[in-house]
């Protein structure tokens, strides 16, 4: 079985364009997130997903900058731009992970795949009832499934985002939701990026942790913010905006 990460990024996000190339310490914030995903000891290859629009060609040059494979599709019907993607790169599951989470700790995204292993599931993830972080999304399933996915819905929601429909009806996908031993106190924190304030928080947690370890954990993470609650205030007022 080949495990394919496929990272969902474009240039023309609604609410911060072009936040997937911002730097941080000198380097665009997506080669941050492809060099954690590429950290994750049961992903065969890192593949970025990203459109046919000209100001996704710097997505595509830094894909083959860091040596990781690069599919462009429709910039709107994003579910059929990773299953074509996961197509061409051979992906028998996929683990999809959207360009907004710079942070994602690669033993999530492990802990991640061995639970869709452990429970012979259609669908993992630890989003469906979220006791991680918001920016720790991780979600894990077979290509076939997606294949089937785009045969049975035409409903541009479901297109946009890849694994709605999959989620929606457990009557027909078996699901396995992961939780975390976090303290409820920090299930509602922001690490994914979606406004400015969001990015000064990630930047801020890269500045201080980075240098020190390339490969930091969420635990790290969240010893900072204890030790600098005041962090934690700079998005804490930032409402995700709605599938639905």
Known sequence: MKIVAIIEARMSSTRLPGKIMRPILGRPMLGLLIERVSAADQVDQVVVATTTNPADDRIETLAGTLGVGCYRGSEEDVLNRVLEAAHAFSADLIVEVTGDCPLIDPAVIDTVISAYHAH??????????????????V????????GEVADLTRDPVDHEHVSLYIYEHPERFLLWNVESSLDPSWWDLRLTVDTPEDFQLIEEIFTRLYPGKRLFSLQDVILLLTKYPRLREINAHIDQKRVR
């Open 120 to 137: 012979d599931c259609d669908y993992a993830s630890n989003i469906l009832r979220r006791t991680f972080p918001r920016g720790m999304d």
């Open 139 to 146: 979600q894990v399933f077979p290509t076939r499934v997606l």
